[in-house]
């Protein structure tokens, strides 16, 4: 089995030194990364750094204003970077106008992505399965994603799971339409903690997603008492799964 990390775990790190976070990631075991940010490297250092150390960007998480109105620069920097799977990490999509913008730009937009060759995909936060609007207009955004669009979805399971749904059930669920997982652990009430260390069904969410075949991406929220002890901690907990 191989695993991603998201880089946000090693946010203490990567922001002072993004090549040594890049060399501890490898080091650890971690395939696959997933940077949420390259602090002024051009594509083609990002692309040299990967290969050195042995790493493939299975996503990265690029601000929807970003992917949705620089479609052409985007696209192009993933190309460099040799990543097929651009995800948008959240949106203001909790107003009837925000979803609304939201929506007509992915439009715009993902044919475009996905004539270049790339995927367009959405992580979740909580926010996204609550009921928001004024009354007469109420919806739920993750239900109009799903429903009023053809974007491609990265779930985060902890969040979804800290909103009341069930992890496994989404992940069946959207099944042709999921990139990946965010695994990741943490308490109900929106706490994160290192894989094992919380509530969330995480050992359920592993079985799950070997079965289906997806990647499995770390994430781990706290720097306690680094990113990077976090990050060595999940992989642990992950390689134990496969007993």
Avoid at 29 to 45: I, L, N, Q, R, W
Avoid at 216 to 226: D, I, L, R
Wanted: hydrophobic content about 35%; proline content about 3%.
């Amino acid at each position: 089995m191989e695993y991603g990390l998201q880089l946000y775990s090693v946010r203490d790190l990567t922001s002072k030194d993004f090549e040594g976070a890049l060399k501890e990631v490898s080091e650890i075991g971690y395939k696959y990364v997933e940077p949420a940010g390259f602090f002024g490297y051009s594509a083609e250092e990002v692309d040299a750094l990967m290969k050195k150390y042995g790493l493939k960007v299975s996503g990265t998480h690029t601000g929807w204003r970003e992917v949705l109105q620089n479609t052409d620069e985007c696209i192009a920097y993933h190309k460099g970077i040799g990543c097929d799977t651009i995800i948008i990490p959240g949106a203001d999509i909790y107003t009837r106008e925000g979803i609304e913008e939201f929506i007509e730009l992915v439009k715009v937009a993902q044919p475009k992505i996905e004539a270049a060759g790339l995927k367009l995909g959405y992580h979740n936060h909580c926010e996204e399965f609550y009921i928001h609007g004024e009354k007469g207009d109420l919806f739920v955004p993750y239900m109009e994603l799903l429903e009023r669009t053809n974007i491609n979805f990265e779930i985060d399971t902890y969040w979804a799971y800290a909103a009341g749904q069930n992890p496994t059930k989404l992940m069946e669920r959207i099944s042709d339409r999921l990139l990946c997982i965010h695994i990741k652990d943490g308490l109900r009430g929106g706490e994160g903690k290192p894989l094992g260390m919380g509530t969330a069904p995480c050992k359920e969410v592993y079985q799950k997603a070997k079965e289906m075949g997806l990647l499995m991406v770390v994430e781990s929220e706290t720097c306690n008492p680094t990113g990077m002890a976090e990050a060595e901690f999940c992989h642990r907990f992950l390689k134990a799964q496969e007993n």
